[in-house]
């Protein structure tokens, strides 16, 4: 979906360059009526499995990070896990399954997850799915173009493993401010009211549209992501040791490329060491940086002993940041 698409389309009073200038998006994808955010992480999860050369019985934990799940209850984690065919035939094996709510901070969360799990020696192979399907949580209306305009649907897997060698995960950070919970949010129910949902005399119920869309206090959300991100990117450099100009390829949450461009001159990253493809998919929130990864992989960009830094900020307030050497 184009930004032309969303005016063309939609009707949203909104134009290509406006979006363009202010978040740096030229398009993004919205899957097909049907599509469950589980069944995006289904096919990034073979996609791993097979570039790991492992079956879905060799896991023993699946995370799965997201802020769409397929329903309020159960978690996607359980419907990946029965897609896999894990609870089928002689081979069933039915491996704890854990959703993450940590919206666009999520993959790392899940990652940070993983590896204590396998450092501790609890799980051997643990597959970690960062998986969205926004596109029908979005207000597709000139009333929600501040939202609308900024996401899209995508999902990315990884296999952690334990290596004997000299790479993989190292420092990793994660922080939260639960002050501006309220700042980023989709509150579709509210917990506190009886019933928790608005109903009528026939007792269906009745959302209003402040609660039925997700609200955003852009410039706030704005300020407080550069800060952290660039917080969070000097937290996780000084633990590893690493200065930043070691770094060969910096992995940043694709929420705004004006975001990024902000941290990167703070650190004066050079162009060629950011990996970016907001332009092409919009914010994907919790699959974004599997999907940055998995685009830098499969382009041969990625070369063995690479030093790689990521970090994302989202909703919440919540963020992260991670080191790892390829």
């Known amino acids: 979906m184009t930004n032309d698409d969303l005016r063309t389309r939609f009707g949203i009073d909104t134009s290509h360059e ?14 097909a ?31 799965f ?17 029965e897609k896999l065919g894990l609870c089928d035939g002689p081979n069933a094996k039915f491996v704890p399954a854990m959703d993450v709510r940590n919206q666009c901070s999520g993959f790392l969360y899940s990652l940070a997850t993983a590896h204590a799990f396998v450092r501790s020696g609890a799980a051997k192979h643990v597959l970690v799915v960062g998986a969205e399907t926004h596109s029908p949580m979005l207000d597709l209306s000139t009333r929600g173009r501040g939202v609308a305009t900024l996401f899209g649907d995508g999902a ?24 501006y919970a309220d700042v980023l949010s989709q509150k579709v129910w509210d917990i506190k009211k009886r019933p928790f949902i608005d109903v009528d005399a026939d007792g269906n119920g009745r959302i209003e549209p402040e609660q039925l869309w997700p609200q955003m206090q852009g410039p706030l959300v704005f300020k407080h992501a550069v800060e952290r991100m660039k917080q969070v990117m000097n ?3 000084a633990a590893q040791k690493w200065e930043s100009t ?81």
Not at 18 to 31: C, H, K, P, V, Y
Not at 68 to 78: L, Q, R, T, W, Y
Not at 288 to 316: I, V
């Open 156 to 179: 990315g897997a990884v296999i952690v493993s334990r290596t004997e060698e000299n790479r993989g995960i190292g420092e990793i950070s994660l922080g939260a401010d639960g002050r």
């Open 33 to 63: 009526a049907g599509v469950a955010t589980s069944d995006l992480g289904l096919e990034a999860a073979k996609r791993a499995l097979e570039n790991a050369n492992l079956a879905p019985q060799d896991l023993d934990l699946i995370l």
């Open 246 to 326: 070691e770094v060969d390829l910096f992995f940043f949450h694709q929420a705004n490329l004006r975001i990024n461009q902000y941290v990167q001159e703070v650190f004066a990253i050079p162009n060629e060491k950011v990996i970016s493809n907001i332009q092409r998919f919009g914010n994907t929130s919790a699959a974004t940086l599997p999907l940055l990864l998995d685009e830098a992989n499969r382009s041969g960009r990625l070369k063995p002993g690479m030093k790689l830094a990521f970090a994302a900020f989202g909703s919440g307030f919540t963020w992260g940041g991670a080191t790892m050497t390829w």
């Open 18 to 31: 406006w979006i363009l200038q202010r978040t740096g998006i030229e398009a993004r994808r919205f899957s």
């Open 65 to 81: 990070a997201t802020l769409s799940p397929d329903h309020a209850f159960p978690g996607c984690g359980v419907y990946l896990q």
């Open 235 to 237: 937290d996780v450099l």
